[in-house]
């Protein structure tokens, strides 16, 4: 219902192919169901729909986490730039592609308005919950899910724990597949420990 649309250019050769032999844009969503895991491999496409669809497998994802949304407004002396969605894309790299531009360039956060995907309140969601929790709350807790429980009035009994690399585009390659292993039974919630270096660039879109 929106009066906007949002473009982009694919970096797999294979996909590239693909709208090159179409010769016409391709409209395409994630392949994932609404609200759930996104896919970042073949197998996790097969896994979320069965095999009555049909699957171009170009390897796993080189990014594994969605692309970066933005929305421009220009004017004759600046560009205005909101970011409706975090992604690998950051304020350094568009600002290096529109030095061309000469203009002066502003950057802001997205509103409460939800613009593009990403922005609802439950979005790539794993099969059972995920709490993220500060470093420092959980070193004081004594590492007790019991103090999670008793914070946030749950009953959770069986977590995993999401571990990734302190890299963080290595992270983003391995969020969605931990993701999914982390849901298996006889799990009931994620836990995820947030460090202190995980607050800055390319963190902000794996923590959103």
């Not at 219902?1 to 590239?16: F, N």
């Not at 994630?30 to 979320?48: D, I, L, M």
């Not at 690998?88 to 592609?97: L, S």
Request: charged share 25%; with cysteine; hydrophobic share 40%.
């Amino acid at each position: 219902g929106l009066d906007t649309v949002a473009i982009r250019i694919p970096k797999h050769p294979v996909a590239i192919e693909i709208i090159q032999q179409l010769g016409e844009p391709v409209a395409a969503p994630s392949a994932n169901k609404f609200g759930k895991t996104s896919p970042s491999e073949a197998n996790h496409v097969r896994q979320e729909f069965g095999e009555s669809i049909f699957v171009v497998d170009g390897g796993a994802c080189e990014v594994g986490i969605e692309s970066t949304i933005i929305k421009v407004e220009e004017s004759d002396i600046a560009i205005d730039i909101k970011f409706l969605r975090y992604g690998f894309i950051g304020e350094k790299e568009i600002r290096e592609a529109l030095k061309v531009q000469k203009k002066s360039i502003q950057f802001s956060k997205a509103e409460s308005k939800i613009e593009a995907p990403g922005q609802i309140k439950h979005h790539y969601m794993p099969a059972i919950p995920l709490i993220m929790i500060e470093s420092s709350f959980w070193k004081k807790s004594g590492e007790s899910l019991q103090a999670i429980n008793q914070k946030l009035n749950t009953h959770f009994l069986n977590p995993s724990f999401l571990q990734l690399s302190e890299r963080p585009e290595q992270a983003a390659r391995e969020l969605y597949g931990r993701l999914r292993t982390c849901s298996v039974q006889p799990h009931d919630v994620i836990l995820f420990i947030k460090e202190d270096f995980q607050n800055d660039g390319f963190w902000n879109a794996i923590l959103d």
